[in-house]
RNA sequence: GGCCCGUUCGUCUACCGGUUAGGACACCAGAUUUUCAUUCUGGUAAUAGGGGUUCGAUUCCCCUACGGGCUACCA
């Protein structure tokens, strides 16, 4: 008689979507997966001045990425909408109202000047029970001038009354039992003077509204937590209350703290998922999609930041992680981001992935280099042959252009100061005996070339470089005679004659 | 300052009272590849400190230190 689980996502559209909160969106996912059942996205945008168009498609746009699709959304809808929570407005105000009227909560009617100036006159000044009977509030003003002052719409919110010292104590799926005193607490505001509700009314009446079971955020939510313990035991009674699971955040690579969009640019690398231009600011913040990493990969090396299956694999797909996840293996440190390894888990997944799956995504690669692949049996097989070299996709264009063109050019320096006309004849009868091969695979032409060499008393060696910067440009690339078995007798004679002359 | 959370190689981590403390990334060395990369083999490297509990603590408890988070009409 289990109720069906239900998971939330409640990202705020105010940006780009970061390591950490995709971690937190793919565990959300794992658990309602792996338990059967349903991953809902809210959206939590009731401060209108952090709102910045465009972030929620782009956070929409990141779990497709990713492949972590809600079954409810803003997009998608569902039984319990709206899923934005400033299109739900309305539904809060009367559940603030009835904290008051039970006595769990009060109006407060300083203004932003008079707190600010408590603040500067008190050293840690908070909202709290050994403040508030020194604040304009319903608690300390007579009811008739409290009336007076909503009659005249005077400018309020409303505060959550706190408990003199009541311990709060509620089970957290990864850290176990978590005490807090209620007096250490401030009075919150729940209801913000334009009617909003702060993320602290809503996330407990919208996790009501929409029967959530389990609710995932990050650590940095838990001194917050014993507000919505009280809200729910006030609200709706703690039996109903979501099971909570504060994540582990994501720390710099370096020295230590939260890791933040920032860090990236210090040090090289995407903080986010995607590509995030700020509409505001025009700036723009790297994404790991578009630094080359494959969706497989940047899942597979999220969830093991913070979690592992107790046995040594590391490599996993989203799959694989649905059916292994569970919640008591996930860690209560946080964790350093180390790029190197990321790249190391994208390489892997390179590896793994086959020719046919890379091949959309690589074609566009190339495409942005100006290179146009029309051949899709030959695309596959220049991706076959040099996939295991590629750390991100944005490897390939570099790894396979000379397969697809003649290099534009030559590493002279590195071949002409030990070329000689002993080489030279060398590569003319090489073209000779080329034209009149029947077979033209790497290891006939192997073969053949090294016959010509001892036939010319000359060390394979010698020529073997001299052969790759001709077809290749440059001191790398894979096997000589595998590229030159690709790119066929023609082209393969045509860079040869071509670079004779430069080597000249 | 107050409150809360955390602490195993440089980094991510395994061990849930008895192990030569294991793996991966990174690093170093060797092999393969007549390029570069890949790949393979090997190596360096850790239980923050102090008290308990226990026959025995990385593991359980306490204290200290260190790190982190929160302390808004932001989430």
Known sequence: MSKKIRVRFAPSPTGGLHLGGVRTVLYNYLFARHYGGDFILRIEDTDQSRFVPGAEKYIMDCLAWCGLEPDESPAKGGAYGPYRQSERKSSYKQYADQLIKDGYAYYAFDTAQELEAKRIAIPNFQYSLITRSAMKNSLTLATGEVEQLL?????HVIRIKMPA??????????????????????????LKADGMPTYHLAVVVDDFLMKITHAFRGEEWLPSAPVHILLWKYLFGL???????????????????????????????PVFAMNWIDPRTNELTKGFKELGFLPEAFVNLLAMLGWNDGTEQEIFSLEELVTKFSMDRVHKGGAKFDYEKA???????????????????????????????????YLEKVITLVKDRCHVLSDFPQQSSFLFAAPAQYDVDSVKPKWNEQKQLFFAEAIRQFELMQQWDAADLEKEFKEIAAANQIKPGDVLMPLRVMLVGGKFGPAVFDIAALIGREATIERIKKAIKMFA
């Open 239 to 269: 039996d109903k209350m979501p099971q909570w699971a504060h994540l582990p955040l994501i720390l710099k690579p370096d020295g230590n703290g939260k890791l933040s969009k920032r860090d990236g640019d210090r040090l090289g690398f």
């Open 151 to 155: 009659h005249a719409q005077t400018p």
């Open 343 to 377: 790249k190391w888990y994208n390489h892997e997944w390179i590896k793994r992935m086959d020719a046919g799956s890379l091949k959309s995504e690589v074609r566009r690669l190339l495409q942005q280099q100006g290179i146009e692949v029309n051949d899709d049996h």
């Open 165 to 190: 010292n009541e311990d709060i104590t509620f089970t957290d799926m990864i850290r176990g039992e978590v005490t807090f005193n209620s007096s250490q607490a401030d009075d919150k505001v729940l």
